[in-house]
Nanobody, 118 residues
Framework: VQLQASGGGVVQAGGSLRLSCRDP?????????DTWTWHRQAPGKERELI?????????NYADSVKGRFTISRDSAKKMVYLQMNSLKPEDTAVYYC??????????WGQGTVVTVSS
C-alpha cells in the first residue's frame, strides 16, 4: 500500500501550507516505532531529505528549511505532517513522505506538488 501525501497546491511567496501523510492500512505499533521523513524533488534536481522525526519525537531539518518548516506526527491518527511557513519560490517541488523501514525496502508513495509563485 502506498503512502498518501496530500496538501500541496499553489501559494504565493511568504505563504504557508500544511502537508499530510498517511498509510490507511498501517498498524499503530508499526507507525509508532518508525522514523518518518519528508523529502522533496525540484525540477531537474535529485530528491533531497528535508525533515525527520524519530519514534521518540526528535526532529532534524535540512538547512534550507530550518526555522520555516516543522515536522510532526499524530500517533492517534497515524498521520505525519509538514507545516511549511514563509515559503519561497525555491521550495517549489514534489514533496514525498516516507519512513525508514519503507526506504530500506525501496518503497516510495505518491508525492504532492507544491508551487510557490514569486
Amino acid at each position: 500500500v502506498q503512502l498518501q501525501a496530500s496538501g500541496g497546491g499553489v501559494v504565493q511567496a511568504g505563504g504557508s501550507l500544511r502537508l499530510s501523510c498517511r498509510d490507511p492500512r498501517i498498524i499503530s505499533s508499526v507507525f509508532n516505532s518508525d522514523t518518518w521523513t519528508w523529502h522533496r524533488q525540484a525540477p531537474g534536481k535529485e530528491r533531497e531529505l528535508i525533515a525527520t522525526i524519530t519514534a521518540s519525537g526528535g526532529t532534524n531539518y535540512a538547512d534550507s528549511v530550518k526555522g520555516r518548516f516543522t515536522i510532526s506526527r499524530d500517533s492517534a491518527k497515524k498521520m505525519v505532517y509538514l507545516q511549511m511557513n514563509s515559503l519561497k519560490p525555491e521550495d517549489t517541488a514534489v514533496y514525498y513522505c516516507n519512513s525508514h523501514s519503507r526506504i530500506n525496502r525501496g518503497s516510495w508513495g505518491q508525492g504532492t506538488v507544491v508551487t510557490v509563485s514569486s
